[in-house]
């Protein structure tokens, strides 16, 4: 850690904080940490003409917490998980790519259709936040949710039969791939259009700051809303990181820059594509980690939401990461460089994890293998699951579209329509 | 508020200043600031705020300064206001309130003159109320605000400052109920908004000719009540829906085709539709008061209406001013239809009476034939001039109609495609 200035980036609301952040060398030595390739130490320079694979040149703003320094700087052999955690981020992990895989194979056999957007690549994102994350606490995603739903609880069969169109999906098979909703562990969705779901966190932030403040709870719920860098050039982006900012918010707004919305490079497509600068001009801290590394990840996660716990206010965190598949399944992925590709290859936040476990002696490969096979059998029975699982009827079509189903109104007979019999058939004219 | 901890109001100039039309005075002082919530200029993001808040247990109310403001919260009341309950397979509720006011004013110009009611209708999912006094307001709020769907209240510029007295008392109105203005026999009225009041100005008019007119408020404008709506019609057999709404796509249009579908055997008439202009709200006076429906022009429809049994709408085909056929001139095609050609612009004080409501008025309007049919015609019997179908009017020796008087005069007959011949 080389940074001493490093612990003020933290500082809320320190106009000073930018200028800081710019003259931070890099956050953690690469040595200790996998698969992270070692950035040039320069000083972040704003005229840089950006190519698509030299364009990683400005430093990493250094983000971790005193204590965490100081670990590190008494003894080079500390490791920053345990051998529990270790095995539940491999596991989750591992859980998310098997089931992005097996989602693509149905796909292609047909089982589900649509639109299907897979995150093969960008799990560290997933998993370095949302295990850190209690049952009460919030996340809200967009299209490319599925990981982030399996991440925070959601059981694999409920996700593969909501995949399926299933009535035993997590929505009934009425939300798809898009839309996985689920009250229980508080995942409120799965939005289609891009930045409409940060609203919706920052109002589930709000509703954890109401608790505080007028309910008089013992509320430190967080929320996290996930979205993508061609989010960050969105109306609603910038309108929501105000008003966090402005209540001090409990959310951390993490961004997935995978570089690339469909086929728009995100340098073609912004005019500064550092947006963890975004942040201090709101008034939070913006930080920048290498979201190939799922160390890093929770690093950095555990303090944005240690902050956003202790009432702190709203953290932006820019996660540099990619996707290996394209957009969705439909996208033949042609625009992207197949060098582009390769060296992220290269980065794969699970064998990168992997290599750190073994060669820290947390766990065996044996162990490792074991939970490879448990998470492929349970995926396999996910699947057989929702295959099992029936289609939902047509009594379903009505329900659910009012949560007060007189919304339908008053018939000509005097009765209202959610009475007549055929409604509950679902083939009632409402 | 004060019942349920819950409720909270987000807007802007909500809290301190008590909103635009001071209608949340005095809250934010009683309540504080975070139950009141003055919200920075960002209507998509709050109105999402409210539907995040609403997802995790508050129940927000939305205020848009004007009602127009909210179209840039489309994308959240349409996708998230409205389909997220069904999207997330009845997982998540999201009981919001979003309201505004709306309608057009005294000349506020353009865009602080919309009417979104027709801009939200087919949003599956929300309720519509449009409130018209303050006793109805207050019922719909209450009901709204303890409904557990997201419920969209539509305010009027013009009616804040009505004073009426209302029980102290708590009373929650139906969401889905219409109500009966004033009781009549001769023609149903449906109306709703600042229209009631336009109405009830020309019933006054009506009640002096000797006419009854029935006046009903649907107040719910999605949802329609087809119950009381229907009764009303079963009893009248005639209607004329008065709204602020534009022509196009407007609540009028939606109520027609519902009226249509469901109680088509028991209308002696065209359903009759006074909306709005499909124009931009003017900002000069005269000329915003020729936008709008004004008493005059309810008053000539109701005439028409009664006197007419058959009254077109819409311009015939094949029927223009192209063919020397002189404004005001009955026509009679062989596509059927009586109307009257060309008009679209009435007497001064009458203007932009367009088709809606039967062409045009001008003074000395003849009688048509069957002026006697109507007012004391048994229910379910046409005595209508039944046009002959082309096949008959094609014979030898064209046959009488079949009910009784003939037309009175010559009339031009246009056939498409072919010269009119004279009769």
């Given at each position: 850690m080389a940074c001493s200035a490093t612990a003020k980036i933290l500082q809320p609301l320190s106009i000073r904080s930018a200028e800081k952040s710019e003259s931070c060398g890099k956050m953690l030595s690469p040595s200790s940490f996998l698969g992270s390739t070692p950035l040039p130490k320069k000083l972040f320079s704003v005229n840089k003409t950006i190519s698509p694979l030299a364009r990683r040149s400005a430093t990493i703003v250094a983000v971790s917490s005193d204590v965490v320094k100081e670990k590190k700087l008494k003894s080079t052999q500390n490791l920053l998980i345990t051998k529990e955690e270790g095995l539940v981020l491999y596991e989750d992990m591992y859980l998310g790519r098997a089931f992005e895989d097996m989602c693509a194979q149905m796909y292609y056999r047909g089982k589900m259709f649509g639109f299907v957007h897979l995150y093969n690549g960008q799990e560290a994102v997933s998993t370095g936040f949302i295990k850190l994350l209690k049952k009460e606490d919030c996340v809200v995603s967009t299209y490319r949710d599925h990981v982030h739903a399996l991440s925070k609880g959601v059981p694999a069969r409920q996700v593969m039969s909501e995949l399926f169109g299933k009535n035993t999906g997590c929505c009934r098979g009425q939300g798809g791939s898009m839309h996985m909703f689920s009250k229980e562990h508080n995942v409120l969705g799965g939005f289609a259009f891009i930045g409409e779901g940060i609203p919706v966190a920052t109002g589930a932030a709000f509703t954890s700051k109401y608790k505080r403040e007028v309910f008089k709870e013992d509320c430190d719920e967080v929320t996290l809303a996930f979205f993508g860098d061609g989010t960050c050039n969105n109306g609603q982006f910038f309108e929501c990181l105000n008003m966090a900012a402005l209540w001090k918010l409990p959310i951390v707004f993490v961004v997935e820059n995978n570089l690339w919305a469909i086929g728009m490079s995100h340098l073609r497509s912004t005019?500064?594509?550092?947006?963890?600068?975004?942040?201090p001009a709101f008034g939070m801290p913006g930080v920048h980690v290498d979201g190939m590394d799922v160390l890093k990840v929770r690093e950095v996660a555990k303090e944005a939401v240690s902050r956003a716990r202790r009432g702190e206010g709203p953290t932006l965190v820019e996660c540099e990461t990619y996707r290996f598949r394209g957009h969705s399944l439909a996208d033949p992925d042609e625009l992207r460089d197949p060098a582009e590709k390769a060296h992220y290859a290269t980065r794969d936040p699970i064998t990168a994890l992997k290599k750190y476990v073994i060669e820290n002696k947390l766990a065996s490969e044996a162990e490792l293998k074991a939970i490879e096979k448990k998470i492929d059998e349970e995926i396999e029975e996910a699947v057989e699951f929702a295959d099992e699982s029936p289609v939902p009827e047509r009594s379903q079509l009505l329900e659910n579209v009012f949560a007060d189903p007189k919304g339908f109104g008053i018939g000509p007979d005097g009765k209202y329509r959610c009475e007549d019999p055929k409604f509950t058939q679902g083939t009632a004219q409402v | 508020m004060d019942r349920d901890p819950r409720v909270c109001v987000f807007g802007e100039d909500v809290g301190h200043y008590g909103g635009s039309y001071k209608v949340t005075k005095g809250l934010a002082e009683k309540y504080g600031d975070l139950r009141v919530l003055d919200t920075p200029i960002a209507e998509n993001s709050f109105t999402g705020m409210a539907v995040g808040a609403a997802m995790t247990g508050l129940r927000p109310i939305v205020e848009g300064m004007n009602m127009g403001f909210l179209l840039l919260a489309f994308n959240q009341i349409s996708d998230n206001c409205g389909m997220l309950h069904y999207t997330s397979g009845g997982q998540f509720t999201i009981p919001t309130v979003i309201r505004g006011p709306g309608g057009v004013g005294r000349q506020l110009g353009a865009e602080h003159s919309q009417r979104l009611e027709s801009y939200f209708q087919s949003i599956p999912g929300i309720q519509m109320v449009a409130c018209s006094t303050p006793y109805n307001a207050k019922g719909l709020m209450k009901a709204a605000i303890r409904s557990e769907n997201p419920v969209v209240l539509f305010e009027h510029v013009l009616l804040y400052n009505l004073k009426e007295r209302i029980p102290d008392e708590e009373y929650v109105l139906s969401l889905e109920e219409a109500e009966m203005v004033r009781p009549g026999e001769h023609v149903t009225i449906l109306t709703y908004s600042r229209m009631r009041y336009h109405v009830m100005q020309a019933a006054k008019t009506l009640v002096n000719k000797g006419y009854d007119p029935e006046v009903i408020d649907i107040r719910s404008l999605k949802p329609f009540d087809l119950y009381t709506i229907g009764n009303s019609i079963k009893k009248t057999h005639r209607v004329l829906i008065v709204e602020e709404c534009m022509r196009t796509g407007g609540i009028g249009a939606s109520l027609t085709a519902a009226i249509n579908e469901n109680f088509h055997d028991y209308l002696d008439a065209q359903i009759v539709c006074l909306s709005s202009q499909d124009v931009p709200t003017p900002y000069a006076g005269t000329l915003e008061e020729w936008t709008v429906v004004q008493p005059p022009q309810i008053v000539a429809a109701v005439e028409q209406l009664l006197q007419n049994p058959f009254v077109r709408a819409t311009p015939i085909k094949g029927a223009g001013l192209g063919l020397g056929v002189r404004v005001g001139q009955k026509v009679i095609s062989n596509q059927g239809g009586l109307g009257w050609a060309g008009g679209g612009r009435g007497k001064e004080g009458l203007g932009g009476l367009g088709w809606a409501g039967g062409g045009r008025v001008k003074e000395g309007l003849e009688k048509p034939?069957?002026?006697?049919?109507?007012?004391?015609?048994?229910?379910?019997?046409?005595?209508?001039?039944?046009r002959p179908s082309p096949m008959e009017r094609a014979s030898p020796g064209a046959p009488e109609p079949r009910a009784s008087p003939a037309p009175p005069e010559p009339c031009l007959v246009v056939s498409n495609g072919r010269a009119p011949e004279w009769n």
């Open positions: 005019s500064d594509p550092q947006i963890w600068k975004k942040g | 034939f069957l002026h006697t049919a109507g007012l004391d015609a048994p229910h379910g019997v046409h005595q209508m001039y039944i």
